[in-house]
């Protein structure tokens, strides 16, 4: 009896374990979580109220515009979307100059030789390493010689919840890290994105929510989005017709929303390219508009 008892046990931990909450991992840096799983990057909002202009703030992003999939294969023979690279400690460093050196992070970045950027003019590239479990991401990254430039760069510690200082820009307009809110073809091959995804907007409003830092903007509507504004995919909209892909991103968004987080195109949502990604299907997401979204009251989130 004592041997089935311990069974029972293991089992009914196993059990409890699979369904704790946990926090993305990449391939190729499994032993590095992307934050702690209380990160609130992966906070469901599926229960949040709704905040009382949220049809205006959608109005002025576009009630009738679709998603778009800033992300996928190729895209003018390169890839699609915001790529990441991964590094060790035998990485080399370099000491990288800043156009905005008062908001940005000045510790040597480990850029290896074939540092994948982001194609565009935003140039941006991510960093893993893996052994340290530290991301580095870099705005407007570009080499002369063996000298390297950039608009702007962070550091983010993954086994921390820690934000940037008030008021400080990351690689991103809202002073947030761009990886984590990626969509990533790994994860959908799993049949789950369990995080929120990062989109943008045209115009947003000078000022910034949690967990955003930063603002890029001189309007000041109270009806424009602040930059960290979250907003949710309708619980009633119907994506039976939709394909696997596209299906489990929607889900995504049901659950964990998605974040303004910089200014850009309209309702485009961010995603790393993949070989593996299905284009046409993709694209399919385009039947979604602005008024299937509605904006989540994240203030309780706010530790």
């Known amino acids: 009896m004592k041997g089935a008892r311990a069974v ?27 934050f702690p799983a209380s990160n609130v990057w992966s906070k469901r909002v599926d229960k949040l109220p709704v905040v009382s202009n949220s049809q205006a703030i959608l ?40 156009e905005y050196a008062s908001e940005s992070d000045k510790k040597p970045y480990p850029i290896p030789a074939k540092v994948k950027i982001e194609a565009g003019s935003d140039r941006h590239a991510l960093i893993v390493d893996r052994n340290s479990c530290r991301l580095y991401e870099l705005y407007a990254l570009r080499q002369k010689a063996s000298d390297w430039s950039a608009g702007s760069g962070a550091i983010w510690n993954l086994r921390s919840n820690k934000l940037r200082p008030a008021g400080w820009t990351s690689a991103d307009a809202a002073g947030l890290p761009i990886l984590p809110g990626l969509a990533r073809y790994d994860e959908v091959a799993r049949g789950r994105i369990s995080h929120a995804l990062r989109f943008t907007v045209e115009n947003t409003r000078r000022a910034y929510i949690y967990p955003a830092r930063h603002f890029a903007s001189d309007k000041t509507d109270t009806n424009l989005p602040p930059m960290g504004l979250r907003v949710r995919l309708r619980a009633d909209f119907d994506t039976s017709g939709f394909p696997r892909q596209v299906r489990i991103i929607l889900t995504a968004l049901k659950r964990y929303g998605m974040i303004v987080a910089d200014n850009g195109s309209n309702w485009y949502i961010s995603g790393a390219p993949d070989r593996r990604w299905n284009d046409d299907a993709l694209h399919t997401i385009g039947a979604v508009r602005g008024a299937d979204f509605e904006v989540v009251d994240t203030s309780q989130l706010r530790p």
């Open 59 to 98: 109005n002025s992003i576009g009630l009738d515009v679709g998603l778009h999939p800033d992300f996928g294969t190729v895209w003018n023979g390169r890839p699609n979307g915001i790529p990441y690279t991964i590094a060790n400690k035998k990485t080399k460093r370099y000491r990288v100059r800043f």
């Open 8 to 34: 029972l046990i293991a089992v009914l931990a196993l059990a409890s374990s699979a369904g704790a909450a946990t926090s993305p991992r990449l391939p190729g840096a499994l032993r590095c979580s992307l």
